[in-house]
């Protein structure tokens, strides 16, 4: 019997030290960035991921990797032969992992996919994955603009002054918006246009139409909005006979024409008049 109790003590304390060890080896292949180091050079890895939003995350929690792949590479890179061994681990299941942070509470402050109106209709309404939309170079994972165009070949820009924008600084991701752009982001550039007054109630991009043409046109104003105007008084006369465009006589973003506005404006073409008149 003693012989026996000495034998079941000894498999016991045989299985606590294999507990151990596992252990160990668990969390030194799951837990510690050192364990990428047998295979990788991780010098300029480690830089960029210390300098990025994501240096509180172990290398692991993104770079996921099963016990059954990890022991097949360990045993790979033991023989010699790791570059003929699969892994995704490296630059495509990191792409599948970014929903665990990313879809509800975010950390780091960034925004969630669901907060976020622009993720959501990217993500849940196009179906598009993580990775088509961001660069994951350098552990920086910044928007690729030129990814943009992969879908919205059509929306090209305009003008001198905005050829070069970079396509969020006009469309914000978090903005509840439709097309993901409002007045107030317009006004960060555009400080001089009135806030009050006719037509301060309508978004820019009710009248202006950048990734079409940035000049607006008669059309856009008669087309939209005024198009009963060529029946009203003398608008007719100098839309359709003259071929004036109403900007010629309204001047953008104040556009009501007084008694003073209708000096030099009006007697340009004809002996000056009551502006008052011009719409009876």
């Not at 510690?32 to 995350?57: A, V």
């Not at 699969?86 to 975010?106: E, F, M, N």
Request: glycine residues 10%; contains cysteine; aromatic residues 6%.
């Amino acid at each position: 019997m003693k012989g026996k109790g000495g034998i079941l003590i000894l498999v016991l304390l045989v299985c606590a030290l294999a507990a151990i060890a596992g252990k160990r080896y668990y969390d030194y292949t799951q837990k510690d960035p050192d364990f990428c180091s047998l295979c990788h050079l991780m010098q300029e890895g480690y830089k960029s991921w210390s300098t990025s939003r994501h240096n509180q995350i172990l290398c692991q929690h993104c770079h996921e990797i099963s016990l059954l792949e990890e022991n097949r590479l360990l045993v790979a890179f033991v023989a010699g032969n790791v570059t003929h061994v699969s892994q995704t681990h490296g630059r495509l299941r990191p792409w599948d992992g970014c929903v665990k942070c990313h879809l509800q509470d975010a950390a780091q402050g960034s925004l969630t996919l669901r907060v976020s109106y622009g993720h959501a209709r990217h993500v849940f309404m196009r179906n598009l994955s993580c990775r088509e939309c961001h660069a994951g170079g350098s552990h920086a994972f910044k928007p690729d603009q030129s990814r943009c165009q992969k879908c919205h070949s059509d929306k090209t820009v305009h003008g001198m002054g905005t050829a070069g924008l970079y396509c969020l600084t006009c469309h914000g991701f978090g903005e509840n918006a439709k097309k993901l752009v409002t007045s107030s982001k317009c006004f960060e550039c555009h400080g001089d246009v009135p806030r009050k007054g006719v037509m301060s109630h309508l978004e820019c991009y009710e009248c202006h139409h950048p990734h079409q043409r940035m000049k607006m046109e008669s059309k856009d104003c008669l087309g939209s909005c005024h198009g009963n105007e060529v029946k009203a008084g003398l608008h007719g006369k100098h839309l359709e006979r003259v071929k004036m465009e109403c900007m010629a006589c309204h001047k953008p973003h104040s556009w009501v024409i007084g008694k003073q506005a209708a000096k030099g404006l009006c007697d340009r073409c004809h002996a000056l008049k009551n502006p008052g008149s011009f719409v009876y």
